[in-house]
């Protein structure tokens, strides 16, 4: 099994711009998590899905940040237009059901400047 | 608001010697689990005690879970160099996980 999948691992972007995160699940599992990771505000749920439906996006910055689970296979995130504040690790996660254990991906790096 | 919250921030100890983390949380749970991440790399599920079990070991791992106070352990016995990480604890509650801010582990060779 190839875990969890993101792409890009890094990306570095200028205000303004819009960035898309993209994300594979591992096949068979129906949870889907989006996080945030800063050294200031530690790891944070923005929005998961079950199903491949949004569940809870309460976490959510603001409109700026939408996702999407077109299939089971398949996510994104995306940010428009990107701020500096929104650098950070952003990593996606799933697993059999949203209670239990997490399987992440390695996480995409963005910087914006 | 934060859920879990461990304690110490930081711990640095010598390779061999036992690790010990605490994790206090605030509501109710379904279960506590317990995730490692090395520098620049995702987190990696250890080990989940529900709320219905005491304690939980997994090879050098060790978890306590004390719902009347609310609080967790995990304990790593003869800890490695290869164990220098973060550790978290994440609460589950409302059908997602919150996780706490971690323990920054080192562990000298």
């Known amino acids: 099994d190839a875990g969890v999948i993101q792409s890009p691992r890094h990306e570095v972007t200028e205000m303004g711009q819009e960035v898309t995160l993209r994300c594979k699940p591992i096949?068979?599992?129906?949870?889907l998590f989006w996080y945030r990771q800063t050294m200031m505000r530690g790891l944070e749920l923005l929005i998961y899905f079950n199903n491949n439906v949004p569940i809870d996006d309460s976490g959510m910055p603001e409109d700026r940040f939408s996702a999407k689970m077109p299939n089971a296979s398949f996510s994104t995130l995306k940010i428009q237009p990107s701020e500096p504040r929104d650098s950070a690790v952003y990593f996606c996660?799933?697993?059999?059901?949203?209670?239990?254990?997490?399987?992440f991906g390695p996480g995409t790096r963005l910087l914006v400047l | 608001s934060q859920q879990g919250e461990e304690d110490p921030q930081a711990l640095s100890i010598q390779e061999g010697e036992n690790a010990t983390m605490n994790c206090s949380y605030k509501?109710?749970?379904?279960?506590l689990q317990w995730y490692r991440q090395n520098s620049g790399r995702g987190l990696v599920h250890l080990i989940l005690i529900r709320s219905n079990e005491r304690e939980k070991h997994s090879g050098r791992l060790r978890v306590t879970l004390d719902t009347s106070k609310k609080s967790s352990s995990l304990l790593i016995t003869a800890s490695r160099a290869a164990d220098t990480a973060s550790y978290f604890c994440?609460?589950?509650?409302?059908?997602?996980?919150?996780f706490g801010q971690g323990t920054t582990l080192q562990v000298k060779p």
């Open positions: 096949s068979g599992h129906n949870s």
């Open positions: 509501t109710s749970i379904n279960n």
């Open positions: 994440a609460t589950s509650n409302t059908g997602k996980l919150i």
């Open positions: 996660a799933s697993g059999d059901r949203a209670q239990e254990t997490q399987y």
